[in-house]
């Protein structure tokens, strides 16, 4: 999704601009701009459609100056444009603004300041929600405002989520930056004469590791020296700059071809880390510490809600099994941007658990704002963001501990969020009462196994590479599971889609007799994913139908399995798992099949069109 950047300070601002934008690509985006300004007030825009490497060749000479704001921009409103890119200015030219979000009434704002804009003989110049910003806080400053009032006045005629970056020709040594909403957030980072804004963490790193976040309602206005912050009815402040310890060796590709590539070797060790300390044995406890629920709120629970979009949806789903199997609990799963429109019957005593790698994601965002103002629930997220707008919101948070995951396609968090709802089963499971000592003791060494399955797992990768050559025009997938393995199908074609550009369903392989087998044939394969578990004899079942329709079957089962490897005609062995552990065996299986089938075909894996890391529109 969209991504800001700002300077001020005593270097050029342009080279540190785009070197910023180039670390916030993973986040996705079809354009990008820079606007610098230079001691006079001169302003230069420059803005292209598509990739940095475009903007970056139509600079002939960096403009000068040590003042600017940077946007990579995700198309909402208006089509990938040099013209519909960001930084957007005022139609006095006065006045630059990035945005991040939606203006969801920018059509009657359009309306209402057309006449002015009409009186100095212009006209709209995009076809963007963003170009109302810059025009209504130049109306404001026209009314005699400061640029901090204007701004705030600005900010509160919009409807929706929005974080901007802005500066004025009449102060060269001033940036600013505000929030309104969950539209992402906007970090400030110290440095030394300079001062750094970004929407993320990654671009501020080479610089700095102290940073404020600026939270909801925020305005800052920063000077080569430092932040000074204004809130509505509050005086302003200059906030404590925090330091972050992430390690920039740890967002750098190092050897690795992608980062999604690099992030699916990172599993076993992520993995490790979300499990550390919280699966203990000796005597047996899950979740501990760092866990701000009690056993006394958890056994006042009566069901768990456990919501997500995209890939932590389907962690949802998974956790859904876990809470039924091992807590004993009723649970459901359900889709966060469905969830807020419908009139969901929970209550007081319902735990609602948001699953979001980002913490930033809108939707998921907007169910946790309904499930407070409706309801009251308690609510706990599992995140790998700390201090993401999410860890605000819910009463508890598991952290991932993942480290930062740059590729767009979720891989090493996917698996740490199952570990963390597992272990979130697990505590609950105890604290009602459902499992006894021993009984926690077994679940949670089942789980200390689990870095070394997915370990064991990424060794398939050359054959994965080798069957995913045969596959490299298929223009379908159909991947099928049952029980706890059918989320996982719906995750494989979920990777498939969405970096292999591939259409893929993941199925339910009961469902498959009641509609899609009618897509069969020879050129339609299917991926069956059947381990010896209780439902083996039921997949084994559906690979027959599928055979019969002659669709090439890739089958993944446990390992030395004949009985599936003469059935299918390309078999992958996986180490056995416990049943209710399958997930963590299957899936970087799963994921390098998706990856390498995208290799083959020669596509961008770190940048997929069209998808954003963090979704922070609706
Ligand atoms: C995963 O590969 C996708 N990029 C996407 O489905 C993602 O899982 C979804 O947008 C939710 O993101 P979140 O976990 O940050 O909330």
Redesign the pocket.
Known sequence: MCGIVGYVGHQSAGPILLEGLHRLEYRGYDSSGIAVLDRDGAIAVLKRQGKLRDLEAAIDVMPAGGAGIGHTRWATHGVPSDRNAHPHASSSGDVVVVQNGIVENYRSLKVELESSLLDRGQGWLSETDTEVIPELIARELDRGCSFVEALRAALGRLQGANAVAAFHRADPSRIYAARKGSAGGIVIGYGDGEMFIASDLPALLPHTTAVYHLEDGEIATIDAEGAVVDRANQPPLRPQPQRVELDPVAIARGPYRHFMLKEMYEQPRALSDTIRGRARLDPPSALADEFNLTDNQLRSVERVLVI?????LHAAMIGRWWLERIAGIPADFDNASEFRFRAPVIGSSTLVVS????G??ID?LGAMDQVRERWGAPQVVITNVDGSEATRKADASILLRCGPEVG???TK?FVGSLAALYLLACRIGRARGALDETELTESLEHLLTVPSLVERGLQLSEQCSEIAKSYTSAANFLVLGRGIEHPIAMEAA??CK?ISYVHAEGYAAGEMKHGPIALLDQKFPVIALATRGPLFDKMMSAIQQVSARQAPVIAIGDEGDTELAELADHYLGVPHATDLLTPFALTPVVQLLAYHIALARGLDIDQPRN?A???TVE
């Not at 699953?355 to 980002?358: G, I, L, N």
């Open positions: 997500g979009m995209g890939t932590s699953v979001t790698q980002s930033e994601t998921t767009v396609a979720s968090t979920l990777k969405e998808l890391k963090t979704v």
